[in-house]
Nanobody
Framework: VQLQASGGGLVQAGGSLRLSCAAS????????MGWFRQAPGKEREFVAA????????NYADSVKGRFAISRENAKNTVYLQMNSLKPEDTAVYYC?????????????????WGQGTQVTVSS
């Protein structure tokens, strides 16, 4: 599986962005999908995840109520809608695929990773 993240950019605090992650392969609908981020000098951290059947979603406490993860299996794409952005959301955002389909919160549970897209939130 190859993953291509896009949609990052520069936005003012309070603004919104929608990230997309397009996946190759026929089995996308069976994968759990997650978003992680890494800010300069910090470790990669979990942001959001969704199970293969969309029944389960998980969010980091820092983004609950502001971010929403969704997927469109017909388009092999997962999205991260980010609203009310804060400067502390600035990071490179990565999408990842989990073969178990669960939408895990731990990076170690993911099998495939995209290249990342930069999100910068100015104050």
């Amino acid at each position: 599986v190859q993953l291509q993240a896009s949609g990052g950019g520069l936005v003012q605090a309070g603004g919104s962005l929608r990230l997309s992650c397009a996946a190759s392969g026929r089995t996308f609908s069976l994968y759990g999908m997650g978003w992680f981020r890494q800010a300069p000098g910090k470790e990669r951290e979990f942001v959001a995840a969704i199970s293969w059947d969309t029944r389960n979603t998980n969010y980091a406490d820092s983004v609950k109520g502001r971010f929403a993860i969704s997927r469109e299996n017909a388009k092999n794409t997962v999205y991260l809608q980010m609203n009310s952005l804060k400067p502390e959301d600035t990071a490179v955002y990565y999408c990842a695929a989990d073969r178990l389909g669960l939408g895990a919160t731990q990076a170690s549970e993911y099998d495939y990773w995209g290249q990342g897209t930069q999100v910068t939130v100015s104050s």
